[in-house]
């Protein structure tokens, strides 16, 4: 059974991680207030971050400003966006 939580991008308790996504203290954090379906969303705006901006991974500024990304996008703030890229239509 998946537990849940109350995801704080979707204000709804929704079905949560299996496991911290993240190792310390952000990651326990994220597990307990973050949804399964709101984690997959950031991973995919994440790739796409990573790919057209040709981001470092090792780069310790690189990881600073996912993080960044990625709490504003759990804010439900605006996020930068890869350029050209165009949503596929539903």
Not at 24 to 53: D, F, Y
Request: with cysteine.
């Amino acid at each position: 059974m998946v537990a849940t939580v109350f995801c704080r991008k979707y204000q709804q308790e929704l079905p949560g991680l299996d496991f911290p996504p993240l190792p310390g203290a952000n990651g326990q954090r994220i597990h307990e207030t973050v949804s399964k379906q709101a984690w997959e969303e950031w991973q995919a705006l994440q790739t796409r971050l990573i790919n057209e901006k040709h981001l470092n991974l090792l780069d310790p500024e690189t990881r600073k400003y996912l993080m960044e990304q990625l709490e504003r996008f759990l804010n439900n703030e605006s996020t930068d966006v890869a350029e050209g890229y165009v949503p596929p239509s539903e």
